[in-house]
T-cell receptor, first 113, second 114 residues
C-alpha cells in the first residue's frame, strides 16, 4: 500500500523568507512524486515531479523539491516566499508504473506581508 | 488558454434530482479522471477513462456514473444526489496512464445539494 504524509496542516511564513512544505511517503518500489498547488475555489495546478535522476527537482514559480530516498521525503521549497504563494499544497505519490495518484492531506501555506 | 474546462463552475441541485457535470479538454490526452474533493481535503478518485476503457474505484458509490463519448469530453452523472455528495468535483487529464505523467486539472465544479 502507498501513502503520503504532510505533517503540517499549516505553515506560516513572512514574505521574503524561505518556505518549506514537508512531505514523506511510503511505497514499495520506486516512487513517482508530485507537488500540486490549489488556490481557493480552483483546481489543482501541477508544480513539479520526481521520476528519476537528480534528487533536486526544479518546478514552476520558483519552487523546487528535494527527493531523499533514505528519509523517504520530498519536501517542497522556495527560497523567498511571496504573498501570492498563499494556497493549499498537496504532495502526491504513485507507486510503480501504473499506480493511482495518492494525495497527502494538504498543507495550507500562509505568507504574510 | 484553458486546457481542461469544467461546466458549470457552480451547480445547485435538489436532493434526489439527477445532475450532470461536464468536462472537456483541448490537450488530446488519453486519460480522463474524476475526483471528489470535500472541504479542502485531499481529492478522492472516483473513476477514470483510459481512452474508452472505464475504470471504477472500488469504493465509488453506484450513484456516480460517467460517460466519455469522445476523446475531448467526459461527463459525471449523479443519479440521486444526497446531501453528502455536496463537494467540489475535479476533472483531470493525463497524456498516458503511466505514473510518470502528471495530471492536469480543471477549475472544478462546486456542487451544492439542497
Amino acid at each position: 500500500a502507498q501513502s503520503v504524509a504532510q505533517p503540517e496542516d499549516q505553515v506560516n511564513v513572512a514574505e521574503g523568507n524561505p518556505l518549506t512544505v514537508k512531505c514523506t511517503y511510503s511505497v514499495s518500489g520506486n516512487p513517482y512524486l508530485f507537488w500540486y498547488v490549489q488556490y481557493p475555489n480552483r483546481g489543482l495546478q501541477f508544480l513539479l515531479k520526481y521520476i528519476t535522476g537528480d534528487n533536486l527537482v526544479k518546478g514552476s514559480y520558483g519552487f523546487e523539491a528535494e527527493f531523499n530516498k533514505s528519509q523517504t521525503s520530498f519536501h517542497l521549497k522556495k527560497p523567498s516566499a511571496l504573498v501570492s504563494d498563499s494556497a493549499l499544497y498537496f504532495c502526491a505519490v504513485r507507486a510503480n508504473s501504473w499506480g493511482k495518484l495518492q494525495f497527502g492531506a494538504g498543507t495550507q501555506v500562509v505568507v504574510t506581508p | 488558454d484553458a486546457m481542461v474546462i469544467q461546466n458549470p463552475r457552480y451547480q445547485v441541485t435538489q436532493f434526489g434530482k439527477p445532475v450532470t457535470l461536464s468536462c472537456s479538454q483541448t490537450l488530446n490526452h488519453n486519460v480522463m479522471y474524476w475526483y471528489q474533493q470535500k472541504s479542502s481535503q485531499a481529492p478522492k478518485l472516483l473513476f477514470h477513462y483510459y481512452d474508452k476503457d472505464f475504470n471504477n474505484e472500488a469504493d465509488t458509490p453506484d450513484n456516480f456514473q460517467s460517460r466519455r463519448p469522445n476523446t475531448s469530453f467526459c461527463f459525471l452523472d449523479i443519479r440521486s444526489p444526497g446531501l453528502g455528495d455536496a463537494a467540489m468535483y475535479l476533472c483531470a487529464t493525463s497524456r498516458e496512464k503511466q505514473s510518470s505523467y502528471e495530471q492536469y486539472f480543471g477549475p472544478g465544479t462546486r456542487l451544492t445539494v439542497t
